[in-house]
C-alpha cells in the first residue's frame, strides 16, 4: 500500500511539474551524453595509441660512407639489447624499391631519382614503445649513423591532445551535471511549495519527515533515470550507425573504432550510476531546506 501511495504521489508531481520536468532530464541527458563522449574518446584515443605503440619503430640511418663493419658491430649490439625484439638492415635498394612503392600511382616522384640516393637504415623493432628514448639515444652517434628517427614524437602529441580535449569536455559535463542537480533541485522545490499545505497536515497527523520525503526522492530519481536512458540510446545509437559503419568502411579506423561489448557496458554503467546520483542529489539538496530531518 506504501508503495503504491509512493508511485501515484511521484506520478501527480511529475503532472504538476512537467514542463520543469522535461528541462531537467534534457540537462542530465545532455550533460551524461558529455561524459560518455568522454569515455569513448578515451577508448578511441586507447585503441590509436595500443595501434600506433605495435608500428613504433627506430630508424638509424647511415652515412654513404659508413663501412661495412662499422654497419655489422651495431646490428650485433643493437640485437644483444634486452629492449629489442627484432633488427632489419634496409639497403639504398631496398629502400628505393620501398619509395617506389609507396608513390606507385606518382612516378614523377621517383622516375628521374637515383636509385642509390636513399640511405641504407636499420629499422629496429621494440618489445616495448616506451624503450624508444633509449634505445635511440643508445644509437645515435654510433659509427656510421647518420640520423635517428622515431614515432615517439607523434605518440606524445596524441596524448597530450587526448587528455586536453578529456579535460575539456569533463569539465564540461561536471558544469552540466551541476547544473542538471540544481535544475532538478528547483523542480522538487516547486512541487513542495505546491503541495505545502498538504504536507503540513501530514506532519499534524504523524507522517515521518520519510513518508513525505520519499515521492520528491522518486521524482527527482525518475528526472535522471530518464536522462541516463536518452544518454545511453545516444551512446549505443553512434556505436552502431557511426563508428561501427566508419570501421566497415574505412579499414584503418576498424581497430581504432573497435569497442567490445563489455567496454560499452561499462560507459553506460557509468552514465547511470551519475546519473542515479544526481537525482538524489538534487532532490536532497531541495529536501533539505524544507524538511528538516
Do not use: H
Amino acid at each position: 500500500m506504501k508503495f503504491g501511495y509512493f508511485l501515484s504521489e511521484t506520478v501527480q508531481n511529475l503532472r504538476r511539474n512537467l514542463l520543469m520536468t522535461i528541462a531537467a532530464i534534457s540537462t542530465v541527458a545532455i550533460s551524461l551524453l558529455l561524459l560518455g563522449g568522454v569515455q569513448i574518446l578515451g577508448m578511441v584515443v586507447n585503441n590509436v595509441t595500443l595501434s600506433w605503440e605495435a608500428k613504433v619503430e627506430v630508424s638509424a640511418y647511415f652515412r654513404d660512407n659508413a663501412q661495412p663493419a662499422e654497419i655489422e658491430n651495431l646490428t650485433r649490439d643493437v640485437e644483444a639489447m634486452p629492449e629489442v625484439e627484432q633488427v632489419f638492415f634496409v639497403s639504398k635498394e631496398q629502400a628505393f624499391e620501398e619509395y617506389k612503392e609507396i608513390y606507385e600511382d606518382q612516378p614523377e616522384f621517383w622516375q628521374n631519382v637515383p636509385g642509390d640516393s636513399l640511405p641504407a637504415s636499420l629499422r629496429v623493432k621494440l618489445t616495448d614503445a616506451d624503450f624508444t628514448e633509449q634505445v635511440a639515444g643508445t644509437i645515435r652517434g654510433a659509427p656510421g649513423v647518420d640520423d635517428v628517427r622515431f614515432g615517439g614524437d607523434i605518440l606524445k602529441r596524441l596524448l597530450q591532445v587526448n587528455s586536453l580535449l578529456r579535460t575539456i569536455t569533463f569539465a564540461m559535463s561536471i558544469i552540466l551535471l551541476v547544473a542538471a542537480a540544481a535544475l532538478i533541485a528547483n523542480t522538487i522545490r516547486l512541487a513542495i511549495y505546491a503541495r505545502r499545505e498538504e504536507i503540513g497536515i501530514m506532519k499534524l497527523v504523524g507522517a515521518t519527515n520519510w513518508f513525505i520525503r520519499i515521492p520528491f526522492l522518486l521524482e527527482g530519481l525518475f528526472a535522471a533515470f530518464v536522462g541516463a536512458i536518452i544518454a545511453s540510446l545516444a551512446v549505443v545509437g553512434a556505436q552502431w550507425a557511426v563508428f561501427d559503419n566508419l570501421g566497415e568502411q574505412i579499414a584503418f579506423l576498424g581497430p581504432v573504432f573497435s569497442f567490445s561489448t563489455g567496454e560499452i557496458l561499462s560507459v553506460l554503467g557509468i552514465l547511470f550510476g551519475v546519473g542515479c546520483m544526481i537525482g538524489l542529489v538534487g532532490s536532497g539538496m531541495a529536501l533539505r531546506r524544507f524538511l528538516e530531518a
